[in-house]
């Protein structure tokens, strides 16, 4: 009885004598067990290509202490890490995998559940064996640290599975797996709920605090300088957008910052690097750290390249209490309150720079229609940073976005008349 796996879309579809059973017996999860064990060796017999029945079954294992003797026709019992490995395996051998990712038009395959009976998916990375171990490490250590300092129960990070041998052109010959919740970017949430992402933005603002914490412990590297990566953001996309001279634009900027605010390690803290869960869980993906940048860059990166807080005229009110919400998690509580928001004024700019040289590049008008909207409310966001900081900070940070706001309207409309 061959059946091609991609044209079962749900349980409804399958031959009634191997579907679930309409009433399942809460009062007894192991029969509950047994059944879904069952339901997926028979699933098995269709084809043996088809991951979800392992990734199913291996959820009701974890929800349940029910004894599972027989879990397939060998009588070997099968815990969930094996059930989710196995998941995996069976993932790397479609034609969806090697399309997409080893074809190269995407870094990971999310492995998700088209049934959406489970609360978490698998995510498969092909990479190598050591940067593999690399990222297990980080993630384990994180998890620690996370315990260890009692962090709310709503900081999550994906967790390690296994890693599988992958034989492939290029440089990756492993497929690191790990399984993480079901959630949604926090970039995607605010394309598409622009009026209820605000809420989100503290708990990560908080994250990002306790990751940059976990960071100075965990990371040894060697210390740069931090104001370099600050500049540079200003010199790069400033010439793409077509300011005289952005190599000195970028030194005033940086002149403008105070410099006793301490380095600390990069987190790449974009709103794409935290997922938010149906629950409100927040899990940080993609743990990095390793270039320094100066205190409060990330949480001005985090708030204004996706556009997550209005610019109103409650704009630094808002944005100084995320700020003291960061400190006092990272335990900075001593920086005055000007030096921070002269601080946040020139890193928000610095982010408005990149925002108006980097957005353009990455859509088109082939680009669905939300993703080329999302994209002119961004640029749009930056024009309202540069105005916002030219009116209201200090010399010579206002002229330095005075001096910006001509190039960077300029590329608004430029992107506005390109995206449609």
């Not at 609360?119 to 994180?142: C, G, W, Y």
């Not at 503290?202 to 990566?229: M, S």
């Not at 720079?353 to 669905?368: C, E, L, M």
Request: proline letters at 7%; glycine letters at 4%.
């Amino acid at each position: 009885m061959a059946v091609d796996a991609s044209q079962i879309q749900s349980y409804q579809e399958l031959p009634a004598h191997i579907s679930p059973a309409p009433n399942t017996n809460r009062a007894n999860p192991a029969t509950d067990a047994l059944h879904a064990a069952r339901t997926r060796d028979d699933l098995a017999e269709i084809t043996s290509l088809w991951p979800w029945p392992f990734m199913q079954l291996a959820q009701l294992l974890s929800e349940t202490d029910a004894p599972l003797r027989k879990v397939d026709h060998s009588g070997e019992r099968k815990d969930v890490p094996a059930l989710l490995a196995q998941a995996a395996r069976l993932a790397i051998e479609t034609q969806e995998f090697r399309q997409k990712v080893l074809g190269g038009r995407s870094e990971t395959f999310v492995l998700d559940d088209p049934h959406r009976l489970m609360s978490a998916t698998l995510v498969l990375k092909p990479t190598t064996r050591a940067d593999a171990a690399i990222e297990r490490q980080r993630t384990t250590s994180l998890k620690r640290h996370l315990a260890a300092t009692r962090a709310p129960d709503w900081m999550v990070v994906p967790e390690s599975l296994t890693e599988v041998p992958l034989v492939a052109p290029g440089d990756a010959d492993t497929v690191y797996v790990t399984r993480r919740a079901k959630g949604t970017s926090l970039a995607e949430f605010a394309a598409q709920f622009p009026e209820k992402v605000t809420r989100h933005v503290p708990r990560v603002v908080r994250y990002l605090a306790r990751i940059h914490g976990w960071l100075e412990t965990e990371t040894a590297r060697a210390r740069g300088d931090h104001w370099a990566a600050v500049q540079s953001v200003v010199t790069e996309y400033g010439d793409r957008i077509g300011v005289p001279d952005p190599n000195h634009l970028g030194a005033m900027v940086v002149s403008a910052v105070p410099h006793i605010l301490p380095a600390v390690a990069r987190r790449d803290a974009h709103a794409e690097n935290w997922l938010v869960t149906p629950t409100s869980q927040i899990v940080a993906l993609d743990l990095e750290g390793e270039e320094d940048l100066p205190l409060l860059y990330e949480v001005a990166q985090f708030i204004e390249d996706h556009a997550l807080v209005p610019l109103g005229p409650d704009a630094w009110s808002l944005r100084a209490g995320l700020c003291q919400a960061y400190l006092q998690e990272f335990g900075h509580t001593s920086l005055d309150a000007a030096d921070v928001e002269s601080a946040y004024q020139a890193f928000a700019l610095t982010r408005a720079v990149f925002v108006a040289g980097h957005v353009p590049r990455k859509v088109d008008r082939s680009s669905p229609s939300g993703s080329r909207r999302f994209a002119a409310d961004r640029v749009r966001h930056a024009v309202k940073v540069a105005e916002w900081v030219a009116t209201t900070a200090a010399h010579p940070l206002a002229e330095c976005a005075g001096e910006l706001s001509g190039p960077l309207r300029a590329a608004s409309d430029l992107v506005l008349a390109e995206l449609g």
